[in-house]
Structures are given as structure tokens and as C-alpha cells.
């Protein structure tokens, strides 16, 4: 299996290209990208551990670098044409989520990102009928969030008998990655495009199931939920995909959201910001710059990371709903994820996508979301093992 990681060389990126190392049925990676210096970099520590590691058959495979701009259609098509699957982590996605596809689609070729954004989700969802039509297999947002949560969620729901409303939510103080010797400093003028991200899903209106309807609201509202076992939690309402396809899994659902945990202390810190970017007044660059500032960032951090509750999983999943006639709720949670923060939790599902359709467990053609098509046991099953001994602790409680 020949694998094309396009924005490869970034921090999701990387984590994904090497865990697609590790896989012996992957033939050859290219990390392909704008930052040719970076790509290489990168490409040359692969190659030297792979040499390092002795002549065996899941580290002789060859990886390089290429350089590509995805806003030059001709040079993306190309450069898709040569693979048989695409993994896709260059961000933001409403800027590259739709034409990515698109082209992989037109290509003929598998795909898979970690698209984080509700808007390009709604549009390439629509393009299942043309990649059914080319028999081609995507799979949009299988990440951390969505991702990760998204099979959490079919996790919770499914342990009860009927589920109203589904809940997934994340700690901001996680979303920070280990520095694995590649990140460019901040200084050196280079947007996060994670905070991008978030200053976009910040500043404009989200769409949300609520009362069985697909309704645009403002972001950060406040809402409480009983969590089996963990007790009330504040949740804070974000722009994220998993609020438009859940109920595509679950039809019958009446209300569903992502949120932020924790944040209590710095959510008015972060209306202002998005508000001044609404207004006109601050560019969504500045404010992502001005979020990951090294200061800012360091002291945001320590401060959520000190006034957090420590038992609160980071990445949780909640339903509500019926089970034995009763109300009952569920709630689901990994206890342990691989080493290297926010890049390795949302890589490594990336590069899942790949034993997922060489094992055959992706039998279907089309766009989808995780929920859609695959398996919860089998992904976390593949999860476990980049864990550590003890695996993910995938845990699911109920409570009635």
C-alpha cells in the first residue's frame, strides 16, 4: 500500500506517518507538504532509524519527501495519482477539506483526514454519492475530536436501549503537543493552524442538533450533565463535527453537541477574543497568534492544567436516554493515550485508517463519518497498542 500524507510533516501529520510505519503493509509513505526544509528534515530521521532498526520488513519501506502546494490543483491531482491512499492533515479544514477530496475522489483513491470543522463536514458528506461512484472509501475526522470521540459516543449510546442526547466533550489544557524536535517556535511568524481552528470555531455561529432540529447558535454556551460516577460537569459549547453526523448513526436523536471542560476561568478571556475577531476588529491569524503566544499559551495552560479536576477524563462521551423502561444515562472514556499529547491522539487514529481498510473492516464506498462504518471494538482494539501495557481503559458506565 502506497500512503501519500499530505501536510505529513506537521505535528498530527508526523504522529500519523509514523505510526503508518509500523504497519508492514505500507509500501512506501510521502510526506508532502509546502514546507519542503521541514519535510525533509523529518523524512531523513525516518530513514535513519529505519536503518538503525536492521533490514525488516515493517522498516525497509521507503519514505520521502515532496513538495506541494494543495492550492495548485493540477500538482495535488498529480501527486494523488501516484498512491493508493491518501491521509490528509493539512489545516485549516474549511479552507482545504473540500478540494482535498474532491481530488482524492476524482483520482480514484482512499481517503482519510482529521477535518475538525463542522462546515467543509456538511459539504463532504455530500460527495459520498461521486466516491460511490469511483468506489472510493473516505473517512472524514478521525482524529481526537472527532475521532476518538465519535466511537465514544456510539460507545455510551449503544449501552442504552434509546439515546436523546448525545454529549462529547474535551479538556482545552490537553490540546498541546510534546515537542518531538520538529515544531517550529512561534516567533518565526508560522499560524498554529489548531488554534486557527479554534478561533474560527470561536467566532461564529456552530450548528448544533437541538429538539430534533440542525440549529445555528452562538458558541460557548454553558450546559451541565450528570456523568455516571464522575458526578455534574460543566460543558462549553464548540463548533465541532461530531454535532452534524452523530445522528446520522442515530437518526431518532433529538439533541447533540461538542464541548470544552474546564474552562471556567478563561471562557470570558475568550469571548472577548472571539468577539473582537466577529467584529472585524482582530484577523482569525492574529488571534491564533495571540493564543499561542509562548507566554500566553505556558501560562493558560498551567493555570487550566492547576484548576482542573484531575479524576475528569480528557476526552469523554455522554448519552441520555432509556434503558429497561427507565431514564438511564451512559457515559464512555479512555483512560490512557499514547505518548506525545494532542499530535499522537489524533495521528495515530489517522494512520488506523489504514490497517482498518487492509484488514477489510471498511467494506463500504462513499464519504462518511467514523461512526458510520467503523467498528468501535476493532478501532480501539488497534488503538490499545500504541497505549502502553495497559492499553486505552476504554471504559463505559451507566447509571439509571
Not at 498512491?83 to 482512499?110: C, Q, W, Y
Not at 442504552?160 to 490540546?175: C, M, P, R
Amino acid at each position: 500500500m502506497k500512503v501519500l500524507a499530505i501536510g505529513g510533516s506537521g505535528g498530527m501529520g508526523r504522529a500519523a506517518v509514523r505510526a503508518a510505519m509500523s504497519f508492514d503493509f505500507v509500501s512506501e509513505i510521502i510526506v508532502a507538504g509546502i514546507d519542503s526544509e521541514l519535510a525533509e528534515r523529518f523524512v531523513a530521521e525516518l530513514n535513519s532509524k529505519s536503518l538503525n532498526r536492521g533490514n525488516t520488513e515493517a522498516f525497509k519501506k521507503p519514505v520521502r519527501a515532496l513538495y506541494l502546494d494543495v492550492t495548485d490543483n493540477n500538482s495535488l491531482r498529480q501527486a494523488i495519482r501516484d498512491v493508493d491512499v491518501v491521509l490528509n492533515s493539512a489545516g485549516p479544514f474549511f479552507r482545504f477539506g473540500v478540494p482535498i477530496l474532491t481530488a482524492a475522489i476524482e483520482e480514484g483513491k482512499h481517503y482519510c483526514d482529521i477535518c475538525d470543522d463542522w462546515q467543509p463536514t456538511v459539504e463532504m458528506l455530500k460527495l459520498s454519492a461521486r466516491a460511490k461512484q469511483n468506489n472510493v472509501t473516505a473517512v472524514i475526522g478521525l482524529g481526537a475530536s472527532p475521532g476518538i470521540s465519535n466511537l465514544l459516543c456510539v460507545k455510551a449510546a449503544t449501552a442504552l436501549d434509546e439515546v436523546d442526547t448525545i454529549v462529547s466533550a474535551w479538556k482545552l489544557s490537553g490540546a498541546v503537543n510534546a515537542d518531538d524536535g520538529f515544531s517550529r517556535p512561534a516567533n518565526e511568524g508560522q499560524v498554529d493552524a489548531a488554534a486557527v481552528h479554534l478561533i474560527h470555531c470561536l467566532s461564529e455561529d456552530i450548528r448544533v442538533l437541538a429538539a430534533g432540529k440542525m440549529v445555528d447558535k452562538k458558541p460557548l454556551a454553558h450546559s451541565k450533565i450528570d456523568f455516571p460516577r464522575l458526578g455534574e460537569l460543566d460543558v462549553w459549547s464548540l463548533g465541532h463535527p461530531e454535532a452534524v453526523t452523530l445522528n446520522r448513526r442515530f437518526p431518532r436523536l433529538k439533541n447533540c453537541y461538542n464541548g470544552m471542560l474546564g474552562i471556567d476561568d478563561i471562557v470570558d478571556n475568550l469571548r472577548q477574543i472571539a468577539s473582537a475577531v466577529a467584529a472585524g476588529q482582530m484577523a482569525v491569524e492574529d488571534a491564533a497568534r495571540l493564543l499561542t503566544d509562548k507566554d500566553s499559551r505556558k501560562a493558560r495552560q498551567t493555570h487550566l492544567a492547576e484548576s482542573e479536576e484531575k479524576e475528569i477524563p480528557g476526552l469523554i462521551a455522554y448519552a441520555q436516554g432509556r434503558k429497561n423502561g427507565q431514564p438511564a444515562s451512559a457515559g464512555a472514556f479512555i483512560r490512557n493515550t499514547p505518548a506525545g499529547g494532542m499530535a499522537t491522539v489524533t495521528g495515530i487514529p489517522q494512520a488506523l485508517f489504514l490497517p482498518l481498510l487492509h484488514q477489510g473492516h471498511l467494506k463500504q464506498s462513499g464519504v462518511f463519518a467514523p461512526e458510520e462504518i467503523i467498528d468501535p471494538d476493532v478501532f480501539f482494539a488497534l488503538f490499545d497498542t500504541f497505549c502502553g501495557p495497559q492499553g486505552s481503559g476504554l471504559t463505559v458506565l451507566t447509571s439509571n
